[in-house]
């Protein structure tokens, strides 16, 4: 009785203490020397000898951008989609810049997204969308004895949405412009000049 008693309460013990660890989530890095950032069919989004490329099966290359030590991309998608029947992808990713001084906070974003067709190894469009949120002290006096935290936000470029017919709408506060892709030009159109 006493060994079955104690066997229950090591049970119990043990069945406690492993359900109460933590769950550990498994996160993937970002960037790495040689990481795949997003994958579709036979294209490879990576940073790899100093660029950030698309690598098409492993064996050529179209360079988006030159990469330094800081190049840290976020939220990096790569998505095929079918224009005016041709086969297009949309490489899209996230940059984060901060610039601070004593005075001036600015947190800057910039979206990016690029359109390929990869057959001839061009880029068919490409649009930037940056958000600027700018924290500034200012003084109200030449003394600088009073001041102030002012808080803005600037917002330039347009911003970019892929249709599901494989048209580009870009906005922004004063104008929309819908795009769609000519085959024959290998680029994308204003729709009212077609």
Not at 104 to 119: F, L, P, Q, R
Request: aromatic content about 8%.
């Amino acid at each position: 009785m006493k060994k079955f008693v104690l066997f229950t309460l090591i049970a119990l013990c043990s069945i406690t203490s492993y359900s109460q660890k933590k769950k550990s989530t498994v996160k993937k890095a970002v960037t790495t020397s040689k990481g795949v950032l997003a994958k579709v069919d036979n294209l490879v989004a990576e940073v790899k000898a100093g660029n950030f490329q698309l690598t098409i099966d492993g064996k050529e290359a179209i360079v988006v951008k030159a990469a330094d030590a800081k190049f840290a991309p976020t939220d990096v998608k790569l998505k095929s989609f079918t224009a005016s029947g041709v086969k297009l992808y949309l490489l899209s990713w996230t940059e984060k810049t901060l610039n601070k001084t004593d005075l001036k906070t600015e947190d800057i974003t910039t979206v990016y997204s690029n359109v390929y067709e990869i057959t001839s190894k061009k880029q068919v469009f490409y649009n930037t969308q940056l958000t600027n949120h700018i924290v500034e002290k200012v003084f109200l006096d030449k003394l600088k004895t009073a001041s102030e935290t002012q808080e803005r936000m600037r917002r330039e470029g347009f911003e970019f949405t892929l249709n599901a017919d494989g048209t580009i709408t870009q906005k922004n506060k004063t104008q929309e412009n819908k795009l769609i892709y000519d085959a024959t030009k290998m680029e994308f159109v204003n729709s009212k000049k077609k």
